[in-house]
């Protein structure tokens, strides 16, 4: 079995849009409102997109959560965040219970800059155990690009992870769209929020000590952080960290979604293989194909497929087994069907 | 012969921070102040530190500059950052009177947040044509990590670029220390300003149009952007953007500041061998040796040494020509000896 732990519904209906635009347009009076999106417009969505995808690719399922550039939690205030939220976690809970056998559900949280992400206990709890879904996306910067909260390491944000833990739920730490126009989104925003977090876990270690059951999911091959390894444990073993195979990889995973054939090599190479999660983002950041192969960009499988250091065992635990581990709703999941 | 394109001056002797200090402790009445420092201690700084390293590594000669977090462009006005400059680039350059074989002076510049760069073309034109400096250090980001400047594709850098093209020299796009909590400094802040410059040149390639000869050197190995060569040539032809390859390669270049073989292959097998500069970031960011190997984290020789693909040519455009044409008056320099 094959699964991509990192999926958004980024083909959602033009109703979605109608929907946020709506929202947007009167972000002085938020109410919840409607979304005017059908059975047939969501099945049609998929079928052509991810579906299709997953079939030719030969990917079994998809973890599948709101699109993540759209979260825009700086747009508005929490209660913005809250009604747009539910919008979309209930959107995404639609595409699972049509498509059962190929997307399991991940949630999106209603942060707002500035706001205790207290405020998002009562979401991840709704979308857990009333919506199936069995992880969320948490994202470290919701001002789009300022950086104004704490790092993911203060106390701050805590009561997230209280809720995380007791729900046994892994965070994606995912950024959403930048609104700084030093950051373009998905080639520069996304993957400093990826390596950022990386390097506030080891500047403190209180953090997986207060929570040795809190589980990060870094995206994008976990920013730069496999490319310049070397450089962390280095920083690391300065700091007086024990080596990040003896540190931090009970707490931290990273995704696949690197896409060509050195970037995926040094990936494997460098992080332990009990911590890479099979994951293409599609269809997300990259939506081309590549000129030279006529295969889609962020169709991960073909690079981890020339990889021949790769052992059937290791094989097993990136595409099937870690993840199990990881989303242990999902694995409760598989078992029961 | 082996030029290293990224030293700093790390180990400068302890009256430099006595003056930083004195003059922090003053920011709202800035003066020039006086520095004290004796040639002893410049030389046994240099001695005991860079130059030892060089000749156990055997490299020949390094582009030296500021240390890049001292310069600390968030600090005070643009008076401090301007003393500050001054002061620190006429240290380099003391350094490089007493040592003319071994280093080559690059200069940092009396840049500060929401000040124009025009502010920085008269002591860029004192370094090149007064202390000999060859290069300069550019910072994207003075406010040192909330990046409420323009990204430097906007026309406010373009000052700066009109005297960097017209004295011939190339910046290496620098930031210094972060005072924001999220960044880390030399583990998160250093590559999210290597990357986001480097995909803001992909957003905009108006300002390669403007300046042609216009020349970026990206350290530390580029960020993530080798890592995620991919990604960026797939959202480049997404945006209609040419191949990478045929777009941006005549005016970025990037350093080999990467600490460990699978991150050194990605990067050699990734970037064209003409963008590539040797560099080891000595005295920097990982100063300590690698316990398995008992080798220093950052003689990045030893990753280049293994790397069986490189031919002798790819050697020395490495080592040597690519700096010549990047640095083109340190080529001068080198003839005229």
Not at 132 to 155: E, K
Not at 205 to 229: I, N
Request: with cysteine; glycine share 8%; net charge negative.
């Amino acid at each position: 079995m094959i699964i991509d732990i990192h999926g958004h519904y980024t083909t959602a209906p033009k109703g979605l849009d109608v929907y946020r635009k709506a929202q947007i347009d009167s972000l002085d009076n938020p109410t919840k409102g409607t979304i005017n999106v059908t059975d047939d417009e969501v099945r049609e969505s998929i079928e052509k997109g991810q579906l299709l995808q997953q079939k030719s690719r030969g990917t079994d399922i998809a973890l599948f959560s709101p699109r993540a550039g759209g979260m825009g939690h700086h747009i508005g205030d929490a209660r913005v965040s809250q009604y747009w939220s539910e919008t979309t976690n209930d959107l995404v809970h639609r595409v699972c219970t049509m498509f059962p056998d190929n997307f399991i559900g991940v949630c999106q949280l209603p942060q707002s800059p500035r706001v205790s992400p207290a405020n998002c206990r009562d979401e991840l709890e709704r979308c857990v155990t009333q919506l199936g879904c069995v992880g969320c996306n948490l994202n470290p910067d919701p001002s789009g690009g300022y950086w104004v909260d704490p790092p993911m390491t203060d106390r701050y944000w805590y009561p997230i992870y209280e809720k995380m833990v007791e729900l046994d739920v892994p965070a994606m730490i995912h950024v959403s769209a930048s609104c700084n126009p030093n950051f373009h989104g998905t080639g520069a925003h996304y993957l400093n929020g990826d390596l950022s977090v990386f390097m506030q876990c080891i500047v403190d270690p209180q953090l997986f000590k207060d929570f040795p059951t809190l589980r990060f999911v870094l995206p994008h091959g976990g920013g730069a952080v496999p490319y310049h390894w070397g450089r962390y444990r280095g920083i690391a073993l300065e700091m007086g960290r024990p080596e990040l195979t003896d540190f931090l990889m009970d707490n931290i995973w990273f995704d696949t979604c690197v896409y060509h054939q050195p970037g995926m090599e040094t990936l494997l190479r460098s992080v332990p293989i009990d911590n890479v999660l099979f994951a293409s983002e599609m269809i997300g950041a990259v939506r081309g194909k590549d000129p030279k192969t006529d295969r889609y960009f962020d169709d991960t499988l073909q690079y981890i497929d020339k990889l021949d250091f790769l052992s059937e065992s290791d094989r097993k635990k990136l595409f099937e087994d870690n993840a199990r581990r990881v989303y242990p709703r999902a694995d409760a999941r598989l078992k029961g069907k």
